[in-house]
């Protein structure tokens, strides 16, 4: 058997599209044609020819019925040699961590020196679906003989047959929403509508804020919308940064109309965009001169029963990114926290300050620890700024290695939760 060192991983880049609301300026591109777009742009911005690339690990959430792998069509689109060898990955929200921690793992082990990863998603561009009996009428007529059979085949079809399907928003397992899950975590962890309202205030102000100071011009490309290229899309359009209390208060609840406290306020929105990390060996890059933006420490899932608590997995992942990271809380600079919606945020904050979470769920006596709610999300999270699911494992990597270098500090934790009771959690260093 061949000997194996675990090789230090480098990410050189990071890169992503402006975020914007699904139905807006992206409406008429897929998620592949995001990907590509950021992948071209990414490649062209960092010193990595694309024939330096040994493999792309890319993902989507809503799956392509066009384009089913994702990444390999980049690689056929982006003038990376044709050779190049690519797969998708799916961990619904937490899909281009997974993205990452594939690409790094494959780096480690010395199975590639240089591997991109990413996400997109294109909540404009959801497959639309027939029904089962459309699907095997079909296959039958298919099937059939005579023009005689091809017609039987759809006689009996009824008009409700004819009804379109749309993609699944609710959990298989529980037949909730991903709000109604939310609201459920919410009653449970008494989060009130006040505490919500006052995060996502919080979120608009500080992505506006990091707009308005330039901190997102390195990280965020200009979108030329194809296919006419006319309209230019350089800014996140979802970011408010005239947002007040009392507009958010004024709003309905949307998943429990009656007695819920979760809002579009308080929500990430749906979102479209795309966004990619160029990952290498430590060596490689030290061997070219290239200053990477930082290094993957560590990383942890976790999963819980989505039954219980749905958004509950990420302080039990951070634990775990932690304690492969050899690390406690404390030591912890930044903390990047995917937002999908604020009672979750402030759901999991409680969680890592809870002895009784961190006996009943880590396994430990000790809780992880209080978070310095100033050195959370510090440019804005995903409320503001939008959550295009594939992608945003992948934006906060990049932001969260730009702003450890503004600060001058080493160490950042990012959590993301994710569909199915799943967590994630990774360390990133700067040096
Ligand atoms: C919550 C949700 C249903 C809202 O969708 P929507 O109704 O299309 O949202 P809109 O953007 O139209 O906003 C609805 C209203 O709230 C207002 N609003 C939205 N955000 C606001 C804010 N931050 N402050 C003040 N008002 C706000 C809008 O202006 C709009 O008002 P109007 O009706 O007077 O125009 C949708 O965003 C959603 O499903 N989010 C959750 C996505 C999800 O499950 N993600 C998974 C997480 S991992």
Not at 97 to 104: C, E, K, R, S, V
Not at 162 to 180: D, N, Q, R, Y
Not at 315 to 326: E, S
Not at 348 to 356: E, Y
Request: net charge neutral; proline share 5%.
């Amino acid at each position: 058997m061949v000997e194996r060192q675990v090789r230090r991983v480098a990410i050189l880049g990071g890169l992503r599209t402006p975020f914007v609301k699904a139905g807006g300026p992206f409406r008429d591109l897929s998620a592949l044609e995001l990907g590509k777009i950021v992948v071209g742009e990414l490649l062209e911005r960092s010193r990595v020819a694309p024939a330096d690339v040994e493999q792309v690990v890319f993902g989507q959430v809503v799956p392509s019925v066009t384009a089913p792998n994702i990444a390999r069509e980049i690689v056929l689109s982006t003038g990376m040699p044709r050779t190049v060898d690519a797969y998708s990955v799916s961990r619904a929200c937490a899909t281009s961590i997974q993205a990452l921690t594939d690409a790094a793992n494959t780096i480690a082990v010395g199975h590639a020196d240089v591997v991109v990863a990413g996400g997109a998603e294109c909540l404009s561009d959801v497959p639309i679906l027939y029904s089962r009996q459309v699907a095997q009428a079909l296959v039958a007529a298919q099937r059939a003989k005579s023009l005689g059979g091809k017609v039987r085949a759809f006689a009996a079809l009824h008009a409700r047959d004819l009804i379109p399907v749309p993609p699944a928003i609710a959990e298989l397992s529980t037949g909730l929403t991903m709000g109604e899950s939310a609201e459920k975590m919410a009653k449970e962890n008494h989060i009130s509508r006040a505490a919500q309202d006052e995060f996502a205030l919080r979120s608009h102000k500080l992505a506006a804020a990091a707009w308005e100071a330039g901190r997102y011009a390195g990280e965020v490309m200009r979108v030329h919308v194809p296919p006419r290229f006319e309209e230019t899309v350089a800014k996140d359009g979802i970011v408010r940064s005239d947002m007040t209390l009392e507009q958010a208060a004024a709003l309905r609840p949307v998943f429990d109309r009656k007695y819920g406290t979760i809002t579009a306020a308080n929500s990430s929105p749906l979102t479209d965009g795309a966004a990619a990390l160029v990952l290498a060996s430590a060596e490689w890059a030290r061997a070219r001169g290239l200053v990477p933006l930082g290094y993957l420490r560590a990383y942890g899932y976790a999963a819980v029963d989505p039954a219980w608590q749905l958004l509950a997995a990420p302080p039990i992942a951070a634990a775990r990114a932690l304690d492969d990271a050899g690390l406690g809380l404390k030591d912890i600079d930044l903390f990047e926290m995917h937002e999908a919606f604020a009672a979750q945020v402030l759901s999991n904050l409680q969680a890592m300050a809870s002895p009784a979470f961190a006996r009943e769920h880590i396994g430990r006596s000790e809780p992880l620890g209080e978070v310095p709610i100033d050195r959370l999300n510090v440019n804005g999270g995903s409320i503001a700024l939008g959550h295009p699911f594939a992608a945003t494992g992948a934006r906060m990597v990049t932001t969260a290695l730009h702003e450890l270098a503004r600060r001058g500090v080493q160490t950042a934790l990012l959590t993301l939760c994710a569909a199915g009771g799943l967590g994630a959690a990774v360390v990133l260093e700067r040096t």
